[in-house]
């Protein structure tokens, strides 16, 4: 029970790894709130299925990309439990951006999920945590952040935004006792990735993936995110600030 007594605010927390980490917690003995882009009856099977588990948790909606949303989420969710101690910034998506076919929308719909997303959470979620004397922050980047990946060329950037806004906001906040650190995935197995995993037309693209993870396991688990998001989120990280936690299965050491 590394987080009982707790409070956990966890975007994208109705499916993949956002959903994972929201379980752990709760198992952890955390109080969560559930936060869903726009589907809040998919927020609420995550939460229901935690309680059925002996878990406490609420299910909300925001969407991450609308600043008055953010503000009255952490709003919603401080007047629900009383406090928050712990922001996981889950929410993103992961869409293709090939150079001379990409739109303006496209461009906003990565950047603002991904990254202003993540700052409008920390920025409201902050104030909380310093009235508190403390907290815990955990942002979701990518293995895309610290290398090219060919057509995703705005998730990247986008991603790299984010480990550069986890440190920054490290040094910022860290002498108010919050930490702030980040989680970089490699190729996770998330409902986001199935048809490449299970479908045949994807054999191929497949076994390239493989080919370039050294560890042979070409796909990690959501739980090994959530067992990482844990550890930085519980007394055993307490010397984490800043910390970038790279989980990708070896792919980025190089070919």
Known sequence: MKLEGKTALVTGGSSGIGEAIATRFAAEGARVAVVGSSDLAKAQQVAEKIEAAGGAAQAFVADVRDVDAVKALVGAVKDAFGRIDILVNSAGIFEPTPIGETTEAEYDATMDINVK???FAINE?????IAQGGG??????SVTGVMGFKGFSIYCASKAAV???TRALALEL???????NAILPGNT?????VKIRTEPQFKEMLEGMTAVTPSNRTYSEAD????AALFLCSEDGRAAHGSLMLLDE??????
């Not at 979620?125 to 945590?129: D, L, R, S, T, Y």
């Open 189 to 193: 197995a998330t409902p986001m990735n």
């Open 125 to 129: 979620v902050a104030p909380v945590m």
């Open 174 to 180: 860290s002498p108010h006792n919050i930490a702030v």
């Open 117 to 119: 997303g993540t700052f």
């Open 163 to 165: 480990n550069y806004l």
């Open 224 to 227: 090994d995110m959530a067992s």
């Open 136 to 141: 815990k922050i955990v942002n979701l980047s």
């Open 250 to 255: 070896g792919i980025s050491c190089g070919l």
